[in-house]
């Protein structure tokens, strides 16, 4: 079974300042991440994933995340936050190689950007 | 061209009622899936579809019925609308060989039921 944590349900940044949102994972194997962003009113979008390989992953809108399997830990983080990074972000798991697999979410975390 | 779409986007009904979801996604994928996102913003597995057969059906309350017709259709059927099934209902789909589980997911379905 494998679920999933993220720290914090609000996360409130300046425009400009550097954007950090948490997320630590529960697998009995090794499992493969992903951030998801819901802007409001609309679906998920894939933000970026994490398989195999190389364990910082760079994804859309100057997203990147870290991959860190000692600390179960796969955080979102962004250089300088934008007004319309604006969002709420879900950090979600998946079983490696399980063709009938599903992704399991955290509970998501709410960006607030001020200006 | 939409890649999954669900329709309707906006749903309010009594209790009691009886209401369809539709999605429909044009990607070729051979994987579906339903997802609630209650008040708080959780989302949750229901069920998913794989060519047309169910594969996963999460502790759903048998007044949800999905149904796929062919594997680029999965719709969802609820009987006897309760008050908590007020929520945000996604469709997702996934290719077999886009790996690593990437789904993509639909715009949505708010339903309101008062």
């Known amino acids: 079974a494998q679920s999933v944590t993220q720290l914090g349900s609000h996360v409130s940044v300046s425009e400009g300042a550097l954007v950090l949102l948490r997320c630590n994972y529960s697998?009995?194997?090794?499992?493969?991440l992903f951030w998801y962003v819901q802007y409001p009113n609309q679906g998920l979008q894939l933000l970026l994933k994490y398989t195999t390989g190389a364990t910082l992953v760079k994804g859309i809108n100057g997203f990147e995340a870290e991959f860190k399997k000692s600390e179960t830990s796969f955080h979102l983080t962004k250089p300088s936050a934008h007004m319309s990074d604006a969002a709420e972000y879900f950090c979600a798991v998946s079983l490696m190689n399980s063709g009938y697999s599903t992704l399991t979410f955290g509970k998501g975390t709410m960006l607030l950007v001020s200006p | 061209d939409t890649a999954v779409s669900q329709t309707p986007k906006y749903l309010v009904t009594q209790m009691g009622n009886d209401k369809s979801i539709k999605c429909e996604q044009n990607?070729?994928?051979?994987?579906m899936y339903w997802y609630k996102q209650d008040s708080k913003k959780f989302l949750k597995i229901m069920f998913s579809?794989?060519?047309?057969?169910?594969?996963i059906n999460e502790t759903v309350p048998n007044r949800f019925s999905p149904k796929s017709p062919d594997k680029a259709h999965l719709n969802l059927h609820i009987n006897s609308l309760e008050l908590g099934d007020s929520a945000v209902y996604f469709c997702?789909?996934?290719?077999?060989?886009?790996?690593?589980?990437?789904?993509?997911f639909g715009a949505g379905s708010r339903l309101t039921v008062l």
């Open positions: 579809y794989n060519n047309k057969e169910l594969i």
């Open positions: 990607l070729g994928h051979d994987t």
């Open positions: 997702a789909s996934r290719g077999s060989h886009s790996g690593a589980n990437v789904l993509t």
């Open positions: 697998s009995s194997v090794p499992p493969y």
